[in-house]
C-alpha cells in the first residue's frame, strides 16, 4: 500500500531528524524551531496514516486521496533533503576521517556557508509549513490513532490513559530524578508566583509518566499540597476537553454536559485559596494562547502551588515552562537497564537454571538502548520463552529491526 510507504517514509524521516548531524546542524542553519516543529508535525501525523488507508479504501473519498497526495510530496521533498546532508556528510567523513561532530561542522561553515546555510534553513521552513497545513487539514478528516503490530512499542505510548498510582518497587532508577525535581516542587525561589510549571521533557518510552507518579505519590509531595491532581492529556486538540479533563481530575465529577463557561468557573472554584499541585501528564499542544488561559483560571489558588508536565516536545516545553531549564530526563544506566531487564524476563530460578541465558540477555539488552519501555516489551516478551532457541531468535531479530538512533525513535518491526 502506497500509505504504508508513507508510514515508513516519516520514519526515516524521524530517524535522520535524530542522528548527530542534524542536531548538530540546527545551530548553523538557523532553524532549530522550525526543525523541532517538523519533528512534532511529523510524529502526529504518523500515527494517522493508517486510518487515513483505510478510509481511502473504504471510502473512495476524494479529500482522502487529496490529502495523501500532498502528504506524499512533501515527505519526498523532506526525505531528499535529509538524504542531500547524508550524502556530504558521508563525503567529509570519507575524505577527513574526524569526528562527526568535527565533520558536520565543517560542512557548514565551508566555502560559502552563508548561503548553505540559508538555502538550508529556507528548505526546512517551507517543508514545515507545508507539514503545518496538512496537519491542520486532519480536523476536518477525524483521522483516528491507528498504528500497527508493526511498532508496538509507539503504540504502547501513544494509546494508554495514564494513572497516578504506580508500584514504587517494580521501577528502577530514577530516585535521583525524583529527588531532583521535589526540590524544585519545596523551592522557596519557585514559589514567588502563584503557579509555577516544571516541564519533564524526553522522547517517548523514556519513563516521564513513570517519574511523575514516583514525584507524585512521594509521602512529603502529598503533605506539602492541600490538593494534589492527576490528569493526562495526550494529543487532545479540543481546549474544552483538556480543561474538562482537569475539571474531572480536581472534583470527580462528569464535563460532558457542561459549558465551558461552567467548567472554567468549577475549576476556579475548585482550587480557590488552596496551594495545589496538578500533574498533566502527556501534554501535545504548543498553542501560548491555550496554555495562558489555563494558568489564568488557576490563578486563584495560593502561592506556591505546582504544576509538573510531562512531554515528548521541547517545543511544548519552553511554551509551558517557567523554570528556567525544563527537567530533561536521560536514559537508564547500564547496570539499572540489566536489573529492570532480570526482575522482568527471569522466573525465579531460571538464571541458575541455564546460565547461557544471561549472555544472550545482555545482548539484547545492549539493543534496547537502554531506554525503559523497550526494555519493559522485550523483557515480557520473554518471560514466557524458556529455551536458549527462542532467546537466540528474539536476539537476532531484535539485531536487524530494533533500532534506537541517537536518542531518537523506539522501532520495533
Not at 548538530?24 to 504518523?46: C, M, N, P, Q, T
Not at 509555577?196 to 503533605?223: C, H, R, Y
Not at 527471569?346 to 538502548?369: D, M, W
Request: some cysteine; overall charge neutral; proline content about 2%.
Amino acid at each position: 500500500m502506497a500509505e504504508s510507504i508513507l508510514f515508513d517514509i516519516i520514519g526515516k524521516v524521524l530517524v535522520s531528524l535524530g542522528q548527530s548531524a542534524y542536531k548538530v546542524g540546527k545551530s548553523y542553519w538557523g532553524a532549530r524551531h522550525d526543525l523541532d516543529k517538523l519533528e512534532d508535525s511529523l510524529r502526529f501525523i504518523r500515527a494517522r496514516v493508517h486510518d487515513a488507508e483505510k478510509r481511502h479504501e473504504d471510502e473512495s473519498s476524494e479529500v482522502i486521496k487529496e490529502w495523501i497526495g500532498r502528504l506524499r510530496q512533501v515527505l519526498y521533498r523532506a526525505d531528499d533533503l535529509f538524504d542531500d546532508v547524508c550524502t556530504i556528510s558521508c563525503r567529509k567523513q570519507r575524505a577527513s576521517g574526524s569526528k562527526l561532530t568535527k565533520q558536520v561542522r565543517n560542512v557548514f561553515s565551508s566555502s560559502n556557508p552563508v548561503i548553505f546555510n540559508r538555502k538550508m534553513a529556507k528548505r526546512i521552513k517551507s517543508i514545515r509549513k507545508e507539514l503545518d497545513d496538512i496537519k491542520s487539514k486532519m480536523d476536518g478528516l477525524n483521522l483516528r490513532v491507528c498504528l500497527t503490530d508493526r511498532d508496538p512499542v509507539s503504540r504502547l505510548v501513544l494509546e494508554r490513559d495514564t494513572i497516578s498510582y504506580v508500584k514504587v518497587d517494580s521501577v528502577v532508577g530514577r530516585e535521583s530524578d525524583k529527588n531532583n525535581i521535589i526540590d524544585m516542587l519545596f523551592d522557596p525561589k519557585y514559589a514567588q508566583e502563584i503557579v509555577s510549571v516544571i516541564p519533564i521533557v524526553g522522547f517517548g518510552g523514556l519513563g516521564k509518566t513513570t517519574l511523575a507518579q514516583l514525584i507524585f505519590n512521594d509521602e512529603s509531595v502529598q503533605k506539602h499540597f492541600d490538593l494534589a491532581k492527576w490528569a493526562c492529556v495526550p494529543e487532545v486538540n479540543d481546549h474544552k476537553e483538556v480543561l474538562g479533563k482537569i475539571l474531572k481530575a480536581l472534583t470527580d465529577t462528569s464535563y460532558n454536559d457542561l459549558s465551558m463557561e461552567q467548567i472554567q468557573s468549577r475549576i476556579r472554584v475548585a482550587v480557590k485559596e488552596k496551594k495545589f499541585l496538578l500533574v498533566l501528564d502527556d501534554i501535545w499542544d504548543d498553542s501560548r494562547d491555550k496554555w495562558l488561559d489555563l494558568i489564568s483560571l488557576l490563578q486563584c489558588g495560593n502561592r506556591g502551588s505546582k504544576i509538573v508536565v510531562t512531554t515528548r516536545s521541547d517545543v511544548v516545553a519552553s511554551v509551558v515552562g517557567t523554570v528556567p531549564e525544563a527537567y530533561k530526563l536521560g536514559l537508564l544506566t547500564s547496570e539499572e537497564s540489566w536489573n529492570l531487564f532480570r526482575m522482568l524476563a527471569f522466573k525465579e530460578g531460571q538464571e541458575e537454571s541455564n546460565p547461557s541465558l544471561l549472555q544472550i540477555g545482555k545482548e539484547i539488552v545492549r539493543n534496547c538502548g537502554n531506554v525503559p519501555l523497550a526494555i519493559r516489551v522485550v523483557g515480557s516478551l520473554l518471560y514466557s520463552k524458556h529455551s536458549e532457541k527462542e532467546w537466540e531468535l528474539f536476539r537476532d531479530a531484535l539485531l536487524s529491526k530494533a533500532k534506537l538512533i541517537d536518542l531518537g525513535n523506539i522501532i520495533l518491526c
